[in-house]
């Protein structure tokens, strides 16, 4: 039987990151793997997390499982976070999994029960797993317009134009904020359109929201998935708490499906426990516990606003320290668009060619497509990097 399989393609930014580490040379600058990292190249336990921990750790008495979907604690928290009072909580149903992948990959075997006719679209580009994941559980998929690459800024008219095509009971990925791999977002105007657009097609939104407060703030950055919520009858959330609490490894995810009553809302709460016990029964809990402790506790949760506010801060004055550096260099202001950007990354729009120069020249390790970790630049770093673009003709 085995004898049967075929090789797969490995995963770029996986083996990316073994390239990095098989690399000898000091100097080298790991701009790929998509995690949050300080000046100093680590990636901290969070303040807020930590005392959670240790609370946790003197007050936890059993490591029984918990519901099939997880937590209540942990979904009430949750939805108050990504969705605020935009919609009436008898409309909410919910499934924690291992992390946003794990979250997406359950609302994908939704959509597969719920509508096997759908076609799902994502951006043109998107997150590498996402259409990894729809080929995976086998439905049809298409993709919109989203980046215009010559001027860095999102490709609004293509994107409307592409998803006027969406029929009834479609599914539309949208990034919530900070779009990976492009950190080219919507404005408030164009979420509005957006929203008119799939109620007037009647598609449904599926929102992948992994980056909340990393971007404009934990308020804004929810803006368009609550416009969303307010306005359509039925939206598919997945939320991520591996970047904004800084919990990778725990896996911390969870679906958020919004239904057209609370009668609607019951069959997808039924269907997605049957799911979490189809694919690995008992979410995980660790991560999610923390989450609500820091979340429930008025100290714990300003400590964690504070410090993310910190990381947001910081990863904003790293875009326009770069922008700057690359101004000086090439005399001109064709990469001003970094600063615009928000969240961990941006593409600067070089070729493959050259971004395997900036690795094999320089050290300077990023994704094929030019996509780099914001996160992953220094003070120190910064200067070199600026030079080796110009060096490699960028």
């Known amino acids: 039987m085995l004898e049967n399989l075929t090789q797969q393609p490995p995963d770029k930014i996986i083996m990316l ?17 998509g995690v949050y990292k300080d000046a100093n190249g ?4 969070m303040r807020a997390v930590k005392k959670a921990e ?58 597969k029960v719920a509508s096997p006719d759908a076609t ?22 298409r993709t919109y317009a989203y980046f215009d690459a010559d001027t860095g800024a999102v490709n609004f008219d293509g994107m409307m134009a592409d998803l006027a095509e969406a029929k009834a009971g479609d599914v539309v990925i949208l ?31 599926f929102v992948d929201i992994a ?10 950055d929810a803006f368009g998935v609550r416009l969303l919520a307010e306005k359509c009858p039925e939206v598919l959330i997945s939320a991520s708490c591996s970047k904004n609490f800084g919990i990778y490894r725990e896996r911390c995810g969870l679906v958020i499906a919004i239904s057209r009553d609370s009668e609607n809302a019951g069959l997808t709460q039924g269907m997605l426990s049957s799911l979490n016990r189809l694919n690995f029964s008992f979410p995980p809990d660790h991560g999610a516990r923390l989450v609500t402790m820091v979340l429930s506790d008025p100290e714990l949760r300003a400590d964690w606003e ?64 030019s996509r780099f970790n914001v996160a992953g630049l220094s003070e120190a770093s910064i200067p070199k990097i600026a030079k080796a673009v110009v060096a490699v003709g960028g």
Request: net charge negative; aromatic share 6%.
């Open 54 to 111: 240790q609370l946790l750790w003197d007050t936890e008495t059993t490591k029984s499982y918990t519901a099939l979907i997880g937590d209540g604690g942990f979904h009430k928290v949750m939805a108050d976070l990504v969705l605020g009072d935009a919609v009436e909580a008898e409309r909410l149903s919910f499934a924690h999994a291992p992390g946003g992948t794990g979250a997406i990959r359950q609302i994908l075997e939704l959509i």
């Open 17 to 33: 990151s073994g390239m990095f580490r098989a690399d000898p040379r000091s100097e080298k600058i790991d701009l790929g793997v």
């Open 211 to 220: 980056y909340q407060g990393f971007g404009d703030g934990l308020q804004k």
């Open 120 to 141: 799902v679209w994502m951006s043109d580009p998107t997150w590498p797993n996402h259409p990894a994941m729809v080929k995976g559980v086998g439905i049809p998929m």
């Open 306 to 369: 504070a410090e993310l506010e910190e990381v947001r801060t910081s990863m904003l004055g790293l875009r326009k320290k770069l922008a700057d550096a690359l101004r000086d260099e090439t005399g001109s202001d064709r990469y001003g668009f970094i600063a615009e950007h928000r969240g961990m990354f941006s593409r600067l729009g070089l070729t493959e060619e050259q971004v395997t120069k900036l690795r094999e020249d320089h050290g300077i390790y990023m994704i094929g497509d």
């Open 175 to 205: 990034h919530g904020c900070c779009h990976n791999p492009t950190g080219a977002n919507l404005n408030e105007t164009q979420w509005q359109q957006v929203a008119d657009l799939l109620l007037e097609k009647e598609a449904i939104p």
């Open 42 to 45: 680590n990636t901290p336990i």
